[in-house]
């Protein structure tokens, strides 16, 4: 068992590399993009029934629809990564919460509160807000 395990190391190690060195960037990037991304939720976010409008809610349609699909690309991204980070270096938890955040999927509203109301998601989150001196999210 140990031979196969130290052949299939030895034929990819290329791969193994490759994968160390991504995890690597990932959590490092995570620390750093994490409280830059949570600090901008406003702190009322959770507390309404419906999902409150944009910042670009008046914008031209074109550049509206380049936004929805930058953010909807980087949701996904966050969300793949965050589960990668379920199991190697990273805040994993966290980037699939932000990476929901950005997604626009149907009832994804209600989804996140009822995932904020989540002491284990909760906790870290007002954690960062409080360490940069933002208010904390109130939830309903």
């Given at each position: 068992m140990l031979e196969n395990v130290t052949q299939f190391a030895e034929q990819?190690?290329?791969?193994l590399w490759a994968i160390g060195v991504a995890s690597i960037?990932?959590?490092v990037a995570s620390l750093f993009t994490m409280p830059a991304i949570i600090i901008r939720i406003p702190a009322d976010?959770?507390?309404?029934?419906?999902?409150?409008p944009g910042r670009f809610v008046d914008a031209h349609p074109a550049l509206r629809l380049v936004l929805r699909i930058c953010k909807n690309v980087l949701g996904v991204v966050m969300l793949l990564a965050g589960t990668a980070m379920l199991v190697l270096p990273g805040q994993g938890l966290l980037t699939i919460f932000v990476g929901l955040l950005l997604l626009d999927i149907p009832r994804?509203?209600?989804f996140e509160q009822w995932l904020v109301r989540k002491r284990i998601?909760?906790?870290p989150i007002n954690w960062y807000r409080k360490r940069?001196?933002?208010e904390p999210l109130r939830v309903a």
């Open positions: 990819n190690q290329a791969i960037v990932a959590f976010y959770f507390q309404h029934d419906t999902r409150p994804k509203y209600q998601v909760h906790r940069h001196e933002r």
